[in-house]
């Protein structure tokens, strides 16, 4: 089975600081993992994706995300916040070995983003 | 190009009514998924369909029928509507439910809003 966990439903953070959102997931082999933004009245928007190689990741919007596989997470950040990243962001797992069956992603509860001047 | 088109936007039931969620997408996707979304819950999979003529249960399909009608179509029934499905629900596709993940981001629609009353 896998898991995410967004230990924070909200964060609130300076404009022009900067910003980090946790995720830490639960997968039995090597996981996929995705950041998605909603903004209100939104679907779902793709920003960022872990498949191999650097832990690194850059993404969407000067987004970027780090991959620390030895704490199993997959933090989301940015440099410098904008006024207008105000959104609700989710983390997604995938398992690495899951065949078949579609591409299904196991989400987690979502934390809001609230940047403030 | 729309990519995901879900309709209605917004609809009110009563309770034992039913209807029916549509939800299209253009982009040539074999992969289409049904999410609810749910305050503090993330987004939980109802049904997906790995490829066109295939449909699998998700985490929460009791209540909920689907059709892949054709590549392009997905639809969600609700056959006797109860207020424990009051929610906003989404549609999602992928392009390939193999192992290319980079093939594997899901786009989604824009939801469909929910009262069962």
């Known amino acids: 089975a896998q898991s995410v966990a967004q230990p924070e439903d909200q964060v609130n953070v300076a404009e022009g600081n900067p910003l980090t959102v946790k995720c830490t997931y639960s997968v039995s082999g090597n996981p996929y993992l995705f950041w998605y933004v909603q903004y209100p009245n939104r679907g779902l928007q793709f920003l960022l994706k872990?498949?191999?190689?650097?832990?690194l990741v850059k993404g969407s919007y000067g987004f970027e995300a780090e991959f620390n596989k030895s704490q199993t997470s997959f933090h989301l950040k940015k440099p410098s916040a904008l006024v207008s990243d105000s959104a609700l962001y989710f983390c997604?797992?995938?398992?690495?070995?899951?065949?078949?069956?579609?591409?299904?992603?196991?989400f987690g509860t979502g934390t809001q983003l609230k940047v403030e001047l | 190009n729309a990519g995901v088109t879900q309709t209605p936007k917004f609809q009110v039931l009563k309770t034992g009514q039913s209807m029916t969620l549509q939800c299209a997408q253009d982009?040539?996707?074999?992969?289409m998924y049904w999410y609810r979304q749910d305050p503090g819950m993330g987004l939980r999979l109802i049904y997906y369909s790995a490829s066109e003529g295939t449909t699998d249960k998700g985490e929460v399909p009791n209540g909920y029928n689907v059709s892949r009608l054709n590549k392009r179509e997905f639809s969600l029934r609700l056959e006797s509507a109860a207020p424990s499905q009051t929610s906003v629900y989404f549609c999602a596709s992928s392009e390939s439910p193999g192992q290319m993940i980079a093939k594997n981001i899901q786009y989604f629609g824009a939801g469909t809003r929910l009262s069962v009353l």
């Open positions: 982009m040539n996707h074999n992969s």
């Open positions: 997604a797992v995938r398992d690495r070995r899951a065949a078949g069956g579609g591409n299904k992603l196991t």
């Open positions: 872990y498949i191999t190689g650097d832990n």
